[in-house]
């Protein structure tokens, strides 16, 4: 603390993130990250783009990716948003859409970030609990809000909520944006940004972090009516006009044209996950059903953190989450099959 900050700096509770350690030896099963590498020709077209021109600003439109995004999904250019990350286009979201004077809505069990959003911009919440099997019941959501936010799947819990579901969400709130945060959901679920024609209150965000390996890159974006997307826009254009990089544009539009590796890659992991969930059942965990590239699992005669320093020990790193209802989960990406198996081995005889 000191007399020259801000007086709102006072009060922020900063996000967390997950540790990135030095140790190149550790098995990083803790923040989700895609064990399988870049696509190549999204390696070559960066390369390409690594050359005099970088003392030239970006294109602040990104018109390239927006285009490739666009594209992808069947959508116009102008109902696509980019960012550094999800995590900026999220931040925007809660400024530019989310800031009304009754609360937004998000699961009690929900990306950690949300009330941290919510601390930065003063947006008050009500945190609305998961039901006795951790999912989200649509219904909790039916009551008078300034807006919507979950993830899906959920985080950390890698629960999937049905596209009818989403809907039945949308339906009852038709005067708040509601936003459905889609960073896992290419690892079995089904996109809501078919929605997003018939829903103008709908917004949709997702990562190339995740299912398209590139969270050393920074690309989010968001999808949804041209209304939503120019508010968002228009807080870019006050805050940085060139978020993404020259490596970005080219490098985040190549992993969208190249479907055959994002195919590939996004099936390797869900296979891996089928078998890594078989083999905890057969330990003893309880795995909550997972459309993720992480799972979420306890051992009803093992406390969750002591496991997590066990497997440190092992050079395994998981997630373990303080908060009371979740205390007894650990949260586990989806690393390699080697990777998996070195997970199964640090946990030894239980
Ligand atoms: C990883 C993650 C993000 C952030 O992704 P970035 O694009 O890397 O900032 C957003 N939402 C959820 C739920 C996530 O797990």
């Known amino acids: 603390m000191s007399k020259f900050w801000s007086p709102f700096v006072r009060n922020l509770v900063p996000y967390v993130p997950g540790e990135q350690p030095k140790l190149a030896k550790l098995v990083k099963l803790n923040t989700n990250e895609n064990p399988y590498g870049p696509s190549p020709k999204a390696l070559a077209a960066m390369q390409?783009?690594?050359?005099?021109?970088?003392?030239?600003?970006?294109?602040?439109?990104?018109?390239?990716?927006?285009?490739?995004?666009?594209?992808?999904?069947?959508?116009?250019?102008?109902?696509?948003?980019?960012?550094?990350?999800?995590?900026?286009?999220?931040?925007?979201?809660?400024?530019?859409?989310?800031?009304?004077?009754?609360?937004?809505?998000?699961?009690?069990?929900?990306?950690?970030?949300?009330?941290?959003?919510?601390?930065?911009?003063?947006?008050?919440?009500?945190?609305?609990?998961?039901?006795?099997?951790?999912?989200?019941?649509?219904?909790?959501?039916?009551?008078?809000?300034?807006?919507i936010i979950f993830p899906n799947p959920n985080a950390p819990t890698g629960c999937l909520l049905a596209l009818d579901a989403v809907e039945q969400i949308l339906k009852a709130s038709p005067d708040s944006v509601v936003v459905v945060d889609e960073a896992y959901i290419d690892f079995g679920g089904e996109t809501a940004?078919?929605?997003?024609?018939?829903?103008?209150?709908?917004?949709?965000?997702?990562?190339?972090?995740?299912?398209?390996?590139?969270?050393?890159?920074?690309v989010g974006l968001a999808v949804g009516h041209v209304d939503l997307i120019e508010a968002l826009e228009r807080i870019k254009n006050s805050f940085n006009s060139y978020p993404l990089d020259r490596m970005s544009n080219v490098g985040g539009a190549a992993a969208f044209e190249d479907r055959e590796y994002f195919d590939k890659t996004c099936g390797l992991v869900i296979e891996s996950r089928e078998k890594l969930v078989a083999q905890l059942q057969a330990k003893g965990f309880e795995v909550l059903p997972s459309a993720a590239n992480f799972i979420f699992a306890r051992h009803p005669k093992h406390d969750a953190s002591e496991l997590a320093a066990k497997l440190r020990e092992q050079g395994v790193i998981v997630r373990h989450f303080k908060q009371e209802r979740i205390a007894q989960f650990l949260r586990i990406s989806i690393g390699t099959p080697e990777q998996n198996q070195a997970l199964i081995d640090g946990l030894g005889d239980l």
């Open 193 to 218: 940004i078919s929605l997003v024609d018939r829903y103008p209150n709908l917004l949709v965000t997702q990562t190339l972090s995740k299912s398209r390996s590139l969270a050393g890159l920074r």
């Open 48 to 147: 390409t783009e690594l050359n005099d021109n970088l003392r030239l600003y970006p294109d602040p439109n990104s018109d390239l990716l927006k285009n490739a995004v666009a594209n992808y999904y069947s959508v116009q250019s102008n109902q696509v948003f980019l960012g550094n990350g999800s995590d900026e286009v999220l931040a925007h979201i809660f400024h530019g859409l989310l800031q009304h004077d009754k609360p937004l809505l998000f699961p009690d069990i929900s990306y950690s970030f949300y009330p941290v959003y919510c601390g930065l911009y003063g947006i008050q919440f009500d945190a609305v609990p998961l039901d006795e099997q951790f999912q989200i019941n649509p219904a909790d959501y039916a009551k008078p809000n300034g807006g």
